[in-house]
């Protein structure tokens, strides 16, 4: 059974660019959330989709958008980039009120 | 304000010991409990999962908890160097589906 699968495992880019990561999730899984790691700050939620509606948010600017299509794949995408976006973006996937697995995670630094 | 600590580490312990880890949480609403490993440069791995009160046990590994002292602990027997990684407790909420909430991690060091 396949995992979590995150695309890109890694990015460089440039301060004012902006980025799309995507999350495809465990097959049957309709919940897919999203999470911010860095070494100061943990694990930070960003947000979560079900059913293709974002159903939580976390305290994160509007920089940070994502959507979920109808095969529950998400994707993530930070405008504007700034160096403290440097981070593990991390995506999890589960059932409703299931245990929830993780993807590999992309890691994008800002230069 | 939904918080989940951990004790603070790291902790070192010594091959064959047992390490205990502890994790609380403030609010009562929480439903579902989980234990993730971390290694360094890794993503976080589900090592185990607690819904009912009391111990549940895979392997070396035994979660307990106690929803009226809103308590969760991971103890792992015979520890190994390989267990030497951030273990992060997480806790979700009826509520809200997927969302977790995790403490800061605790970092464990076996020693040969």
């Known amino acids: 059974k396949a995992g979590v699968t995150q695309t890109p495992r890694y990015l460089i880019k440039t301060r004012g660019q902006q980025v799309t990561l995507s999350c495809s999730p465990i097959s049957g899984h309709r919940s897919v959330s999203w999470y911010q790691q860095t070494p100061g700050q943990g694990l930070q939620f960003l947000f979560e989709y079900f059913s293709e509606t974002q159903r939580n948010k976390g305290n994160f600017p509007g920089r940070f958008s994502g959507r979920q299509f109808s095969n529950s794949r998400s994707e993530m995408n930070v405008s504007t980039l700034e160096l403290g976006d440097s981070a593990l973006y991390l995506c999890?996937?589960?059932?409703?009120?299931?245990?929830?697995?993780f993807g590999q995670g992309t890691r994008l630094t800002v230069v | 304000q939904k918080e989940v600590e951990q004790n603070s580490g790291p902790l070192s312990v010594p091959e064959g010991a047992i390490a205990s880890l502890n994790c609380t949480y403030s609010d009562r609403g929480s439903q579902s409990f989980f234990w993730y490993r971390q290694y360094s440069g890794k993503s976080p791995e589900l090592i185990m999962f607690i819904y009912s009160n009391g111990d549940k046990e895979d392997g070396r590994f035994t979660a307990q908890l106690n929803k009226a002292s809103q308590y969760v602990s991971l103890l792992i027997r015979d520890s190994q160097p390989s267990d030497s990684a951030t273990y992060l407790c997480?806790?979700?909420?009826?509520?809200?589906?997927?969302?977790?909430?995790f403490g800061r991690g605790t970092q464990l060091t076996v020693w040969p």
């Open positions: 999890a996937s589960s059932r409703a009120n299931t245990e929830a697995f």
């Open positions: 997480a806790v979700k909420m009826s509520s809200t589906l997927g969302r977790l909430y």
